[in-house]
């Protein structure tokens, strides 16, 4: 009986476990049609040229683009898209609906527990897990001031000007 029990126990807690951390694909990596490891010629055609260029802390050369909406800024390596990060550009959008200025609730509902999380007093970082490639979301008091979609590998993202 005793064996019984701690199957079911066992089984429970597995199941539990697999209903409680995000299951996202590669294709929800996309914030505003761009991808990680998309040609730099197809971010071109669809954004035009950057706005300007900036030496990020990583050592790394940030492209950033301001539009109408706010800013964003993107990363590449061998003209390939390596890096997008928003933190004032509301129209730059999930695959799940999600921009800036959500709640921490409309990011869990549409994603989901996240794979790592951070928490430290008004701060709260959420990370989800494709392949090779990050989905990362920085609150602030409860709202969403910051989205980055990286390659894993890649430099760390850096914090927007």
Request: proline share 6%.
């Amino acid at each position: 009986m005793k064996k019984l029990l701690a199957a079911f126990v066992m089984i429970m807690m597995l199941g539990i476990s697999t209903v409680c951390f995000a299951e996202i694909a590669e294709a929800d990596l996309v914030l505003g049609g761009l991808y990680p490891g998309q040609p730099w010629s197809e971010v071109i055609a669809m954004y035009g040229n950057p706005s300007w260029e900036q030496r990020l802390p990583n050592r790394t050369t940030g492209y950033v683009y301001e539009k109408p909406d706010g800013q964003f800024l993107l990363q590449k390596e061998n003209e390939v898209l390596v890096h997008i990060t928003v933190t004032t550009n509301r129209a730059m959008v999930t695959t799940r609906g999600i921009s800036i200025g959500a709640s921490r609730d409309d990011v869990i509902r549409a994603y989901g527990s996240p794979d790592w999380s951070e928490k430290a007093q008004m701060y709260e970082e959420f990370r989800y897990y494709a392949g090779k490639k990050s989905l990362r979301f920085s609150l602030f008091d409860g709202r969403l001031k910051w989205i980055n979609v990286a390659i894993k590998d890649a430099p760390e993202p850096p914090v927007m000007p």
